[in-house]
């Protein structure tokens, strides 16, 4: 991929901290810690913390809460404790003071998992940290418990030689979208004020290509209900002129696809936005979203355009007769969980009334249709001009030997969007350990050991550069 530039010069070499140089044997120290990062890794692998209480016991995240609480501690902050939140999660919040006038960075990540979803698709044991074909194997490993890893890495690395006063939140309920943190944030404004905020959520474009991202899409989630019959009836004997639920569902479905391209059509929403960063390769895509031979994408237009800068809608589910054990009737009911993702431009409650009003219109048949909203997230773009991006661009050249790449990100992070409307003037960072390779929210799930490392490093000598730049 073809880097971009955020501004920055060449990086700096080794020397002693406040003075923007990475102290003596940065590289060296963080290559010492690896042992123990996979050694922290396992034990947080380990705990099955899925915050949904319908999966696993709530005692789960506790306990990752706490390993998080400890391990922190022992790496230096202060005052780090468990806050729990308006959903019910707990945070994990500390802090560390820097010298005197030192700007703030506050490090994010969250220790809460997606669930193994289907235990049996995974080649090793999910909430086992597994090493093969020199990957760690684990549902975390790299969403985003490497994030933590690496978040502690950096720090013990840095030692006493922290040139930044430095806040730390890890959030405990990311992956079900309940909005504990991003609650808990707008009514403690001033627990997180920090000139820089690291977004630890996200990850490079591939693996040794160090990378931001700058853009997020939204999301709009509904339900979509197709009602036709009182109850099911008998196929044989009403099949034709009873209407089929399940195959108007299907029908009205298939409106939000381009019958030619399958490209994203949602009546209001506009499907010609253009990227204007990083490009993605079709067939670099392909490899890591696993598209099947001969099987086209869908949509036109750039990998990037489609990713980052349209409309993309997704059916997560659908509720009908299972084939197996299905009889002989007319479906009189069935309903689907429809995806909605946005780009920065598009404002996600009018999206959210273009996607309903499209389904609404769309019904065939004259059947009865109820469309319920699940949730929605608006987009977000990081401004990339400031100091912020400036040092971690030439830390990015430095660790990785090439300009930092920007690029965008289909997944939302709401927080990004709190964190922006309540501080204005902070810059906002997001960047991780995670690459494509990584299968995050799959089965089979695995990170880097070497992206762990190389980001480690990175954030490293960021916190000293950003500490020694002018404001």
Same mark, same amino acid.
């Given at each position: 991929?073809?880097?971009?530039?955020?501004?920055?010069?060449?990086?700096?070499?080794?020397?002693?901290?406040?003075?923007?140089?990475?102290?003596?044997?940065?590289?060296?120290?963080?290559?010492?810690?690896?042992?123990?990062?996979?050694?922290?890794?396992?034990?947080?692998?380990?705990?099955?913390?899925?915050?949904?209480?319908?999966?696993?016991?709530?005692?789960?995240?506790?306990?990752?809460?706490?390993?998080?609480?400890?391990?922190?501690?022992?790496?230096?902050?202060?005052?780090?404790?468990?806050?729990?939140?308006?959903?019910?999660?707990?945070?994990?919040?500390?802090?560390?003071?820097?010298?005197?006038?030192?700007?703030?960075?506050?490090?994010?990540?969250?220790?809460?998992?997606?669930?193994?979803?289907?235990?049996?698709?995974?080649?090793?044991?999910?909430?086992?940290?597994?090493?093969?074909?020199?990957?760690?194997?684990?549902?975390?490993?790299?969403?985003?418990?490497?994030?933590?890893?690496?978040?502690?890495?950096?720090?013990?690395?840095?030692?006493?030689?922290?040139?930044?006063?430095?806040?730390?939140?890890?959030?405990?309920?990311?992956?079900?979208?309940?909005?504990?943190?991003?609650?808990?944030?707008?009514?403690?404004?001033?627990?997180?004020?920090?000139?820089?905020?690291?977004?630890?959520?996200?990850?490079?474009?591939?693996?040794?290509?160090?990378?931001?991202?700058?853009?997020?899409?939204?999301?709009?989630?509904? %339900?979509?209900?197709?009602?036709?019959?009182? $109850? *099911?009836?008998?196929?044989?004997?009403?099949? &034709? !002129? =009873?209407?089929? /639920? +399940?195959?108007?569902?299907?029908?009205?479905?298939?409106?939000?696809?381009?019958?030619?391209?399958?490209?994203?059509?949602?009546?209001?929403?506009?499907?010609?936005?253009?990227?204007?960063?990083?490009?993605?390769?079709?067939?670099?895509?392909?490899?890591?979203?696993?598209?099947?031979?001969?099987?086209?994408?869908?949509?036109?237009?750039?990998?990037?355009?489609?990713?980052?800068?349209?409309?993309?809608?997704?059916?997560?589910?659908?509720?009908?007769?299972?084939?197996?054990?299905?009889?002989?009737?007319?479906?009189?009911?069935?309903?689907?969980?429809?995806?909605?993702?946005?780009?920065?431009?598009?404002?996600?409650?009018?999206?959210?009334?273009?996607?309903?009003?499209?389904?609404?219109?769309?019904?065939?048949?004259?059947?009865? %249709?109820?469309?319920?909203?699940?949730?929605? $997230? *608006?987009?977000?773009?990081?401004?990339?001009? &400031? !100091? =912020?991006?400036? /040092? +971690?661009?030439?830390?990015?050249?430095?660790?990785?030997?090439?300009?930092?790449?920007?690029?965008?990100?289909?997944?939302?992070?709401?927080?990004?969007?709190?964190?922006?409307?309540?501080?204005?003037?902070?810059?906002?960072?997001?960047?991780?350990?995670?690459?494509?390779?990584?299968?995050?929210?799959?089965?089979?799930?695995?990170?880097?050991?070497?992206?762990?490392?190389?980001?480690?490093?990175?954030?490293?000598?960021?916190?000293?550069?950003?500490?020694?730049?002018?404001?």
């Amino acid at each position: 991929m073809n880097a971009q530039q955020p501004g920055a010069g060449a990086g700096g070499g080794e020397g002693a901290a406040g003075d923007g140089k990475a102290p003596e044997g940065l590289a060296a120290r963080i290559a010492a810690l690896m042992p123990r990062a996979k050694a922290d890794l396992a034990e947080l692998v380990a705990i099955p913390s899925v915050a949904d209480p319908r999966q696993y016991p709530p005692e789960e995240c506790r306990r990752a809460a706490q390993w998080v609480a400890d391990a922190l501690t022992e790496a230096g902050l202060h005052d780090v404790h468990l806050a729990e939140t308006p959903d019910g999660s707990a945070a994990v919040l500390g802090h560390r003071p820097g010298p005197p006038g030192a700007p703030t960075v506050l490090l994010y990540c969250h220790y809460d998992v997606q669930p193994p979803l289907d235990d049996k698709a995974w080649r090793t044991p999910p909430f086992e940290l597994t090493e093969r074909d020199g990957r760690w194997y684990g549902r975390g490993a790299a969403d985003c418990k490497g994030n933590v890893v690496m978040h502690l890495t950096a720090l013990r690395a840095l030692g006493d030689d922290l040139p930044v006063s430095v806040k730390f939140v890890a959030e405990g309920s990311e992956e079900q979208g309940t909005g504990g943190l991003e609650r808990y944030v707008a009514a403690n404004r001033e627990l997180f004020t920090a000139d820089a905020l690291l977004v630890c959520d996200t990850g490079n474009a591939e693996a040794g290509t160090g990378t931001a991202t700058v853009s997020l899409r939204g999301l709009v989630n509904v %339900v979509v209900t197709v009602e036709t019959l009182g $109850g *099911e009836v008998h196929s044989g004997m009403f099949g &034709g !002129p =009873a209407p089929d /639920a +399940l195959a108007a569902l299907i029908h009205l479905l298939a409106t939000l696809r381009d019958p030619e391209t399958g490209g994203t059509r949602v009546q209001g929403l506009p499907g010609d936005g253009r990227w204007k960063g990083e490009e993605y390769d079709a067939e670099q895509f392909r490899t890591d979203a696993g598209v099947l031979d001969g099987v086209p994408l869908t949509g036109t237009g750039s990998v990037a355009d489609r990713l980052w800068a349209r409309p993309a809608v997704t059916v997560l589910g659908i509720d009908c007769p299972p084939v197996v054990g299905s009889a002989a009737a007319v479906p009189a009911t069935a309903r689907a969980r429809v995806s909605l993702r946005i780009p920065p431009g598009l404002q996600a409650h009018m999206a959210e009334r273009s996607l309903t009003d499209h389904l609404a219109n769309a019904a065939p048949w004259g059947v009865r %249709v109820t469309v319920e909203p699940e949730g929605v $997230g *608006e987009p977000f773009a990081a401004v990339t001009d &400031g !100091p =912020a991006y400036r /040092a +971690l661009d030439e830390a990015m050249r430095k660790v990785y030997g090439k300009p930092m790449a920007l690029v965008g990100q289909g997944g939302s992070i709401p927080l990004c969007n709190v964190l922006s409307d309540s501080y204005p003037r902070s810059e906002i960072i997001l960047m991780g350990v995670e690459e494509p390779l990584c299968l995050i929210h799959a089965p089979n799930e695995s990170v880097d050991p070497a992206e762990i490392q190389l980001m480690a490093e990175v954030e490293a000598r960021f916190l000293t550069l950003f500490g020694a730049s002018p404001r």
